[in-house]
């Protein structure tokens, strides 16, 4: 009889076993030898012969078969052959083709990218066809951006033969402002995929050169224009030009390091521009966090006298982790989890962090007495660029106000002595307006203010002129207080450690108190007694000792506190 069924259509590209079909007979053969015209394509084909109906004499042969993967790109086709007592009966066999398919890659696009570069980025692409080998390609406008690029393959689904690639590339970092892109295609069976990518330009447009402080993660860099120099006039206020004997500076600039923390911490150079499009970029040298001041000063200038210096504070901090003042309900303020300059966030000597006279954009070490490599720091009048201690002397700054900020700018290691018993101010004349235009959360974040890009140190609040309310207004005595020892701070909640930093003294710049009190700056001169009064030369803080706490003190401005930052 003709076999059952006389045909196999379409079968799959990826191959099948277990195919079979029936031929009845009445001859009482015992061997049956099928054959096929595709050897490479038909596989295992065998017949077995089982009785239909012994009475009558009635056979059934059933023949089986696999189909080979279809590697080749055209449909395949054979005939298997079953010859029984000289009559032979064909059945036909068809399989598709292995058409080649490449998903779209997963994902399509990589939007901006960090700017510091970033390492193990990754797409992936499915296909059927089994090339072992892949070659990806690199365009775009800024091809340079890749700093690696690998390619493996995975078996996805053997049955179907389905296989995916992984395709791995790294960016380096951007040291210009402008936003780079680039793709990487990778071409299969001459089906092109592209993927393409974007990274921002370092540090953001908005605030490049304007801060006076940058956060960078240990073993990256940072890059800025020097616009906050092109803001400083040669007095107490600021323009946009960088004056000199003849107009603007166009020439060029040298950078060099003031001091840092960590020996070897930084390493400063100057990657493009003159004049005010000079672009400084700094490269951490290891995995330490630390801090360090650099100063930018005219290149022929061989007393390398700064123009401006700019405070790098080496962290893994991305300013994610915040506490917003949940008693403060005139104003919302949402502040860092730890203190500027600190390298971690802890009731710790790390976590002290930065000192800072009020209104002045430089920081001086902090207490970490007792700690390698500090010692020297906390005792310092003033510091060198190797991380030990100085000797430029503690004094009391010029007699006018401009003379004292440019005093400020061109000695960021100078401890300026408060100037008489009467204000205690390391200026000449009070002046309420250096950290905050208004010396209120309302007014705008200054060219001395010494936080990143972002954020800005915490202002008052003025309610219907009559009053002013500190950032830290309505928080309670601390909850956990350890007096006196290196842990000695106050919590208020998650992300909410201040430590007890201590101080730096007025008269000569040392430090006390570490461990028994911290004060943080507001950027307002003290109201609280008289608003809006001119007689006030105090500067609005938060203070605390011993599990007390006064979130609305006054303090002397020639005194070294500690700083924590605010969103802006």
């Known amino acids: 009889n003709d076999p059952v069924p006389v045909s196999f259509v379409d079968l799959p590209a990826a191959g099948r076993t277990g195919n079979a079909f029936t031929i009845e007979t009445n001859s009482a053969t015992n061997t049956v030898s099928p054959t096929t015209t595709n050897p490479l394509m038909i596989t295992n084909l065998k017949a077995e012969r089982s009785v239909l109906d012994a009475a009558n004499g009635v056979y059934l042969w059933t023949v089986t078969f696999n189909v080979s993967a279809n590697a080749s ?46 390492t193990g980025n990754a797409f992936t692409i499915e296909t059927n066809l089994a090339t072992k080998s892949v070659s990806p390609t690199i365009g775009g406008t800024t091809p340079s951006i890749v700093a690696y690029l690998g390619t493996s393959r995975s078996v996805l689904d053997v049955m179907n033969g389905v296989y995916l690639w992984t395709v791995t590339f790294g960016v380096t970092a951007n040291t210009s402002a402008s936003v780079r892109s680039a793709n990487i295609s990778i071409s299969i069976d001459g089906i092109s995929k592209t993927v393409t990518f974007s990274q921002l330009g370092h540090p953001l447009s908005m605030h490049d050169g304007m801060a006076n402080c940058y956060m960078v993660a240990p073993g990256g860099n940072v890059s800025f224009k020097v616009s906050q120099a092109y803001r400083y006039d040669g007095s107490a206020s600021f323009t946009n030009t960088l004056h000199t004997t003849g107009g603007e500076y166009t020439g060029a600039f040298g950078v060099e390091i003031v001091w840092q923390d960590v020996t070897n911490l930084v390493t400063p150079s100057i990657v493009s521009g003159t004049g005010k499009d000079t672009r400084v970029n700094i490269q951490v040298n290891g995995s330490t966090p630390g801090n360090a001041v650099v100063k930018i000063y005219k290149a022929g200038d061989t007393s390398k006298i700064p123009v401006w210096s700019y405070h790098i504070w080496v962290t893994d901090y991305t300013g994610s982790a915040t506490w917003t003042n949940p008693y403060q309900t005139v104003h919302t303020y949402t502040f860092m989890d730890r203190n500027l300059g600190a390298t971690e966030a802890a009731l710790s000597l790390a976590g002290r962090g930065l000192f800072y006279q009020w209104g002045r954009k430089d920081p001086f070490p902090g207490g970490k007495e007792g700690t390698a490599g500090y010692a020297a720091l906390s005792k310092f009048y003033g510091i060198n660029q190797d991380g030990a201690a100085g000797t430029t002397a503690v ?20 401890f300026f002595e408060y100037k008489n018993s009467i204000y205690n101010d390391w200026l000449p004349v009070k002046d309420d307006n250096l950290w905050s235009t208004n010396g209120m959360a309302s007014g705008n974040k200054t060219i001395y203010d010494p936080c990143p890009a972002g954020w800005r140190v915490p202002a008052n609040v003025v309610i219907n002129d009559s009053d002013d309310y500190s950032p830290w207004m309505g928080v309670p005595a601390p909850p956990r207080w350890a007096y006196g020892s290196d842990a000695g701070g106050a919590n208020w909640g998650t992300n909410a450690l201040f430590p007890a930093a201590g101080r730096r003294f007025d008269n000569n710049g040392s430090i006390g108190y570490e ?28 203070y605390f000792l011993s599990g007390n706490v006064n979130v609305d003190s006054y303090n002397y401005r020639a005194y070294g506190f500690s700083v924590r930052c605010a969103q802006e």
């Open 73 to 118: 790109f055209s449909v395949r086709s054979a005939t298997i052959s079953v010859p029984i007592g000289g009559v032979s009966k064909t059945v036909t066999v068809s399989q598709v083709a292995a058409a080649v398919y490449v998903n779209e890659p997963q994902p399509a696009s990589f939007v901006d990218l960090p700017a510091d570069g970033k």
């Open 395 to 414: 004094r009391v700054s010029s007699s006018t106000n401009a003379g004292a900020i440019v005093e400020s700018i061109q000695d960021p290691t100078t």
């Open 515 to 542: 461990g028994f009190y911290g004060v943080y700056w507001s950027a307002s001169p003290h109201w609280r007694a008289s608003p809006f009064s001119s007689s006030s030369n105090y500067a609005s803080s938060l």
